[in-house]
Each structure stands twice: as C-alpha cells, then as structure tokens.
C-alpha cells in the first residue's frame, strides 16, 4: 500500500509541479484538475482491494457480496472513465503485490467502504 500511495504522490507532484524559471511548453503534461486528482485518489484505494478480493482466497460466503461491490466499482468507475479518460480510469487492472496475503471479513469489509468512498466523492463533485 505505501508503494502504491508513494507512486500515486510521484505522480501528482510531476502533474502539479510548476516549471521553475522556464517559459512553458506547449508540449507538455496537461495539469490535472483537483476533482480528478481526488478521483484517482479515492480510486484507487478502491481498486487495491479489488485485486486483493481478487487475487486472494476469500470466504465463498462472502462471494454474493463481493460481487455486489464489483459491480457498484465497475459502475462507478465507467463514470469516471467518461469524465476524466479510459487511459486514466481502464477497465481490467489488477496489482501483482495484492496476491500476498489473506482475505478474511475485515478485506472484504474495508473493500466495501472504499467503493462507498469512492461514490460519495463522485456525488459529492457531481460526478455523473
């Protein structure tokens, strides 16, 4: 997860970063708006514990609802991927680093709350 949190802050920084002394390019990086910012934030906790539900041996009891929560994900993410870009928000990815472990409730409950996070932001910033 601190991999994961530190490229995502490598990232911003690049995105964000004023140039120092030096005229603009016209070439370069698009700044990212706050709300996308946010958006990849949100989204990507989310989709660090899909691909661990994913990748791990999770309780078939819990597998009616993690489907549930798959769907509310793949949901929200096309939203997001119509708002902000497929390259930004593609279908399909998963984290090789999410097969260590086990999956037991909590995983599986800590999944559940980070789609509700990520569809409260998507409400909140009108998101649609």
Same mark, same amino acid.
């Given at each position: 997860?601190? #991999?994961?949190? *530190?490229a995502?802050v #490598?990232?911003? %920084?690049?995105?964000? +970063?004023?140039?120092? /002394?030096?005229? @603009?390019? @016209?070439? *370069?990086p +698009?700044?990212?708006?706050?709300?996308?910012? *946010? @958006?990849i934030?949100?989204? +990507?906790? $989310?989709?660090?514990?899909?691909?661990?539900?994913?990748?791990?041996?999770?309780?078939?009891?819990?597998?009616? =609802? #993690?489907k549930? #929560?798959?769907?509310?994900?793949? =949901? $929200?993410?096309? =939203?997001?991927? @119509?708002?902000? *870009?497929?390259?930004?928000?593609?279908? /399909?990815?998963?984290?090789?680093?999410?097969a260590? /472990?086990?999956c037991?409730?909590?995983t599986?409950? +800590?999944?559940? %709350?980070?789609?509700?996070?990520?569809?409260?932001?998507?409400?909140?910033?009108?998101?649609?």
């Amino acid at each position: 997860m601190k #991999i994961l949190s *530190g490229a995502l802050v #490598i990232l911003l %920084m690049f995105y964000i +970063s004023p140039v120092h /002394g030096q005229a @603009a390019r @016209a070439t *370069g990086p +698009s700044p990212l708006d706050p709300v996308e910012i *946010g @958006a990849i934030g949100v989204f +990507s906790h $989310a989709d660090s514990f899909h691909s661990m539900v994913l990748k791990r041996q999770c309780d078939p009891a819990d597998a009616g =609802r #993690i489907k549930s #929560i798959n769907q509310r994900l793949e =949901r $929200a993410r096309k =939203r997001l991927a @119509a708002r902000f *870009g497929e390259k930004v928000f593609p279908a /399909g990815r998963t984290y090789d680093w999410a097969a260590n /472990g086990f999956c037991d409730a909590m995983t599986v409950e +800590s999944y559940g %709350m980070h789609v509700t996070e990520v569809e409260q932001y998507m409400i909140k910033n009108s998101i649609k």
